[in-house]
Each structure stands twice: as C-alpha cells, then as structure tokens.
C-alpha cells in the first residue's frame, strides 16, 4: 500500500480520478477490516450467549426435576 | 474458586484481544493487500484454535473407545462445539478477506473448501448426538464420527503446501513468506489469548455436560418411582 505524497503524484502525472478511486480503495479496505474484526467477535459473543441460555435451561431442568422427585417422595 | 479462574482466565484473554486490536490499527498496511492484510491477526489464531479443538476431540474419542469413559465422550463433545464456533469464526473472516482480494466472496479453492467440509463433518457430529437417545451407542457413534471427521485436519493444514491454492502460502516455518518479528509476537499474543478463550469455553461447556448427565440421572429416578 503506498499513499504517494502530491509532488510524486504530479511527477507521475497521476489524474484526480486515480486519486479518487485510490482513496476509495483505502476507504473500503478499512470498511472490510472492520467488518472482519466484528464478525470474528460477533461469532464469539453469539456462542457465549448460546451457552448461558443453555446454562439457564439446564438450571432449571434441574430444580423442576429435584422438586418433582421432593413432591413424590413426600406423597 | 473454578468459576473465579475461569472469569479471571476469559477477562485476561479479551483484554489481550482487545489491546491487540488497537496495536494492529496503527500497524502499516501490507504492501500488496493494504489494510485489509491485518484480518490475518484474527483468522490465523480462530484457525489453530479450531483445529486444535479438532485434534483433543479426537484424542477423547480414542480414549473414550479404549476407556469406555464417559468424561472423554463429555470432553470430545465440549471441545468439537467450540471448536466449530472458532471455525465459523475463520470462515466468515476468510471470506471477507476474500472479498476485497479475489473481488469473490467464495472460491472452491482447496483450502476453503477442506475448511467448510471440516466445519460440516464437525456439524454432524453435534447433530448426530442429538438423534441418538440411548447414551452409550451415542457416545460410541459420535466417536467414530469424530475418529472420522479428523481425518479433514491435516488436509487442511497441509493443503496450501501440497496443492496449487488461491490462498495465499505459509508466512509461518516456509521459506516462501516471512513474517516481521513484532508482527509474529502479536499474531502468538492473539493466538495464546484464542487458547485461553477456547480452554474457558470448554470447561463451561464440559459443566453443562455433567448438568445434562445429572438431569439424565434424575429423570431415570423419577421413571424408577
């Protein structure tokens, strides 16, 4: 990636349209690193999330289960 | 004192993640692919991380044959589920890289289309367990599955070394790419941080395996009333 300082860009007689579609490129190659780096935690946040709502539900399988055992056992 | 390590081992990762994240955006970009280049900082870890997930699960599904143990069933199946988040982790961030790149989103190249198989054969293994009722056969079943799915990882490793790939070729022991020194501590501080992650995950999710035999335990005693 080079970002060519104003007198190198005239000496290669670089047009402002190059310009233009070269700070594009820059623009959404940091875009998509972005997104990149969202995704990758996003992947993580969304498992830890899928994992406590497990936990949760297991929890209370547990209690409903033992209460149930508790109810019978006193019958 | 085990919820405290865990908590205490997760926070240290992410924070180690996180500065990361702000000492690669002051990093230069590569001279080629520019800024987009640093996603490697993420994929490359998510992607050992996954298939060193692949590799325990495969050890605790032998040891689970040889030992009839149910704690290596337990460990196989922990470790294959967050192995498969990291996976889809690599995955989604290939693919964004691939976008800038190849101008695609996806190219059935070698080593992309050996990591989806991965991450499918690995899919089936969770889904597999869910169709089985009966505890011992659905371990036994899902080990040989795992035993099976393995087989995917080295030819995902060895791919972009033994095949003529789009991906690009090793940065790490090759003699075709090299890596800056700091630029390669940054990638082995990620990748010890996804380990931590990946070893947190695990033990959550092995407690919820012990949950889930409980539950089983007192469903056959409520049956036995």
């Not at chain 1, 402002?16 to 969202?38: A, H, K, P, V």
């Not at chain 2, 982790?89 to 190219?107: C, D, E, P, Q």
């Not at chain 2, 869910?130 to 060895?158: C, G, H, K, N, Y």
């Not at chain 2, 990620?190 to 469903?219: D, K, P, S, W, Y």
Request: glycine share 4%.
């Amino acid at each position: 990636m080079h970002v060519f300082p104003p007198i190198v860009l005239l000496a290669q007689a670089v047009s402002q349209d190059d310009i233009i579609r070269e700070m594009g490129r820059l623009q959404r190659n940091y875009q998509f690193l972005s997104y990149g780096l969202i995704v990758a935690w996003l992947v993580l946040v969304v498992y830890v999330l899928m994992m406590a709502s497990r936990e949760r539900r297991l929890k209370r399988e547990i209690a409903n289960l033992k209460a149930m055992l508790e109810e019978r056992q006193r019958k | 004192m085990r919820n405290k390590i865990l908590y205490l081992l997760g926070t240290a990762a992410i924070l180690i993640l996180a500065r990361n994240i702000y000492v690669i955006s002051g990093l230069p970009g590569e001279e080629d692919q520019g800024a987009i280049f640093k996603i490697i900082f993420f994929h490359v870890p998510l992607a050992i991380t996954a298939l060193t997930c692949g590799t325990v699960a495969c050890a605790a599904s032998i040891l689970f044959l040889v030992k009839k143990d149910f704690r290596y069933d337990a460990l196989a199946v922990s470790v294959t589920e967050v192995g498969l988040a990291f996976l889809a982790g690599n995955l989604l961030t290939g693919s964004i890289w691939a976008r800038i790149i190849w101008g695609v989103w996806w190219a059935w190249d070698v080593r992309l289309t050996s990591a989806l198989v991965c991450w499918i054969l690995y899919a089936s293994y969770l889904m597999i367990r869910r169709a089985i009722e009966e505890p011992t056969q659905r371990a036994t079943l899902a080990a040989v599955v795992s035993i099976f799915a393995f087989i995917d990882v080295p030819i995902v490793i060895l791919s972009i070394r033994l095949f003529r790939t789009q991906h690009p070729g090793p940065v790490f022991f090759s003699s075709t790419g090299s890596f800056p020194h700091d630029w390669s501590m940054i990638m082995l501080w990620n990748l010890i941080a996804m380990f931590m992650l990946g070893a947190v995950f695990t033990m959550i999710r092995l407690g919820q395996e012990e949950a889930h035999r409980e539950i089983e335990a007192l469903r056959r005693e409520a049956h036995a009333f």
